[in-house]
T-cell receptor, first 117, second 115 residues
Framework: AQTVTQSQPEMSVQEAETVTLSCTYD???????LFWYKQPPSRQMILVIR??????QNATENRFSVNFQKAAKSFSLKISDSQLGDTAMYFC??????????????FGRGTQLTVWP | KAGVTQTPRYLIKTRGQQVTLSCSPI?????VSWYQQTPGQGLQFLFE???????NKGNFPGRFSGRQFSNSRSEMNVSTLELGDSALYLC??????????????FGPGTRLTVL
């Protein structure tokens, strides 16, 4: 079975500061994909960043970067220079796109991030 | 390229009725997945269709069903609605292939309220 755990239900950060959101997962798959999605108040789910498990280099997208620790099954998201528009629910997600995960994302419960001025 | 569209955006039904939700994927995407989002249960996978075939199914009762048409558009149906079916229903499409990253692109959702 695949599980994704986000242990921080809520976090807050001041504008321009850096914040890190935690995610751990459990799987027996050897190759898989990890994602961070954000869901602002509009409820539109937007992909923030993605990582393929066999790639050791951590993914980076502008102000967003991940710390992928495969052995520890950890996938944290770092947001630098936080902006008010980063306020959203952030979901960590996993798929191996084979077997029981075919066409399916497993999501964590989410972390509500609030950026304040 | 147009994104994933879902209709209707909002829906109010009463217990015992049935409802059909529609999802149009991004052009060229043949995989469509459906999720139910509630405050209590979070995001739960309903089912996934690819080329008109259901390839995967979550742990939902048989009242929840879906289908996919030859143009990849998908519908999901919920019969005999219960109060607990009130949720945001999200549809996502993805492009199959080695470069696709298995990334799912989400629609804006349909907010279903059951009274």
């Amino acid at each position: 079975a695949q599980t994704v755990t986000q242990s921080q239900p809520e976090m807050s950060v001041q504008e321009a500061e850096t914040v890190t959101l935690s995610c751990t997962y459990d799987t027996s798959e050897s190759n898989y994909y990890l994602f961070w999605y954000k869901q602002p108040p509009s409820r539109q789910m937007i992909l923030v960043i993605r990582q393929e498990a066999y790639k050791q280099q951590n993914a980076t997208e502008n102000r967003f970067s991940v710390n992928f620790q495969k052995a520890a099954k950890s996938f944290s998201l770092k947001i630098s220079d936080s902006q008010l528009g980063d306020t959203a629910m952030y979901f960590c997600a996993f798929t191996a796109d084979r077997g029981s995960t075919l066409g399916r994302l497993y999501f964590g419960r989410g972390t509500q991030l609030t950026v304040w001025p | 390229k147009a994104g994933v569209t879902q209709t209707p955006r909002y829906l109010i039904k009463t217990r015992g009725q049935q409802v059909t939700l529609s999802c149009s994927p991004i052009s060229g995407h043949r995989s469509v997945s459906w999720y139910q989002q509630t405050p209590g249960q979070g995001l739960q996978f309903l089912f996934e269709y690819f080329s008109e075939t259901q390839r995967n199914k979550g742990n939902f009762p048989g009242r929840f069903s879906g289908r996919q048409f030859s143009n990849s558009r998908s519908e999901m149906n919920v019969s005999t609605l219960e109060l607990g079916d009130s949720a945001l229903y999200l549809c996502a499409s993805s492009l199959e292939g080695a470069e696709a990253w298995n990334e799912q692109f989400f629609g804006p959702g349909t907010r279903l309220t059951v009274l």
